[in-house]
């Protein structure tokens, strides 16, 4: 039997009881990466949350078909090829081998079907004919394009109205469009690129079409739960909709869920910024699993700020988690008796949260609480008792990702990364010296010196902690 579960729909923006078409069974489609360059941690937000909502559906009872597709014909792809003197396929396929890397490196569970666009491309010109059949698409010089304005429901998912929207501010509106919302469904052929046969001529689809192909493809023409990053929803996901309904002459899918930004300050991580951080640089320095702790001990709804302190923070938590799942597998019980209520109850918390939207950061806060209990009665604990303290971190292992299978080996990177940071040359008496004095500033209520100490050591690159018996520990910032 499957465990209820809400979820915020963004089509109905509410929070309802998801009740798939078939019940017990889950059709799920993620928009995947365009395989152009490597993944930043922005795609990691979103690929970390896809696998996420697998994990838990899974974990719930459901019997899931994940597709998470990768864009590899793309205009982005095309430039960058041209840059480098590339094939612009094979260009793309070798950055989808970069993607499964990064993915596996974040401790991903393999998707059900992972299909290309360029595999794609029967299925794409087949949709785009029923478009055209059913009024809603129209060729002008071999290019396709979809007539917005005949699809009333337009905007249901973005909550934009068509009237409303501006057109041609920023850039000069196509004259070949019967109206400026009108969007390209395939485009001719241009020399140097990628193209296919199709009824209209040699070209390749436009961007949005070709998730509306693959998740027919392999989910049918009704989706039951759709999610991507909140960057999507209008055009991407919209018209997708628009698009699928005209062709299919049926809903497209029931749930929609997005997840916010991943933001340095107060701006959102942007390459116009140049605030990118590729997942593999982050990954060689601080391994995947801190990665995926940073990116899911936040609700996946909530913007997700970007700092020093967070990473920190997630560094001394994964810390914790690891050595607790280590060290309990030598965890021996006093014999047979009933299982500890406290220690009983965190399962059961956990998917609680859990089934509130796929709350990671509640399920992570009950987890800790266990995790302190449990090591403070680790010598008092029944044999039902340790068997229940396994279940917990196999549940959370298995619905969220937040435990590693192999705990060593997390331990062992971020043992590595401390001994990289310790070969900084620091003067320790001289940081002793000043934390001193920050102690005597702060008992004598001279807040204003106690902060100017903390930032002159932040700005070394010295992390401070105040501890709960009034000592400051300190250490060199990773």
Not at 73 to 79: E, L, M, T
């Amino acid at each position: 039997m499957v465990r209820e579960l809400k979820i915020h729909n963004n089509l109905t923006r509410k929070k309802e009881v998801f009740e798939p078409i078939e019940a017990g069974k889950v059709k799920f489609y993620s928009c995947g990466p365009t395989t152009y360059d490597f993944l930043h941690i922005g795609n990691a937000r979103a690929l970390v949350v896809g696998d996420l909502f697998n994990r838990v559906l899974k974990a719930f009872g459901f019997e899931v078909t994940f597709v998470r597709n990768y864009t590899d014909v793309d205009d982005k792809i095309i430039d960058r090829a041209k840059e480098l003197n590339r094939d612009p396929i094979e260009h793309a396929a070798l950055f989808v081998k970069e993607c499964e890397k990064d993915m596996n490196s974040l401790g991903m569970m393999p998707a059900t079907f992972t299909p290309k666009v360029s595999e794609t491309m029967p299925e794409i010109i087949q949709m785009i004919q029923d478009i055209i059949k059913n009024g809603s698409g129209y060729v002008v010089d071999g290019e396709v394009l979809f007539n917005v304005p005949t699809f009333s429901e337009y905007g249901k998912l973005s909550k934009k109205d068509l009237d409303s929207l501006q057109h041609g501010i920023r850039v000069e509106v196509d004259s070949k469009k019967k109206h400026p919302s009108d969007f390209v469904l395939w485009k001719p052929a241009k020399a140097g690129e990628p193209s296919w046969e199709s009824p209209w001529g040699k070209g390749r689809p436009g961007w949005h079409i070709e998730c509306s192909a693959m998740a027919k493809k392999f989910l049918g023409p009704t989706l039951d739960l759709h999610h991507g990053g909140v960057d999507l929803m209008f055009p991407h996901h919209e018209n997708e909709i628009a698009q699928s309904e005209a062709a299919n002459k049926c809903p497209f899918c029931h749930n929609w869920a997005h997840n916010e930004f991943l933001n340095f300050g107060s701006e959102k991580m942007s390459k116009s910024l140049g605030n990118v951080i590729k997942i593999r640089d982050f990954v060689e320095k601080f391994g995947g699993q801190v990665l995926r702790h940073v990116l899911l001990s936040v609700h996946y709804r909530a913007r997700l700020e970007w700092s020093d302190e967070v990473i920190q923070r997630a560094l001394d938590e994964v810390k914790r988690i690891h050595e607790f799942v280590d060290e309990s597998k030598d965890y021996k019980s006093i014999g047979p008796g009933p299982c500890d209520s406290e220690i009983e109850k965190c399962v059961e918390k956990m998917t609680d949260e859990l089934s509130n939207d796929f709350n990671s950061a509640g399920a992570l806060g009950h987890y800790f609480s266990f995790l302190r209990y449990v090591k403070s009665i680790k010598d008092q604990l029944s044999e039902a008792s340790l068997r229940q303290v396994h279940q917990t971190n196999k549940f959370l292992a298995d619905a969220t990702g937040l435990i590693n299978k192999e705990p060593k080996t997390v331990l062992e990177q971020l043992l590595k990364n401390d001994q990289d940071t310790s070969q900084i040359d620091i003067d320790a008496a001289w940081i002793e010296q000043l934390l001193e004095e920050r102690k005597v500033a702060k008992a004598s209520k001279n807040w204003g010196r106690a902060d100017e100490i903390r930032n002159e050591l932040t700005a070394k690159k010295i992390v401070l902690k105040d501890n709960p018996d009034g000592s400051t520990s300190w250490k060199i910032q990773s």
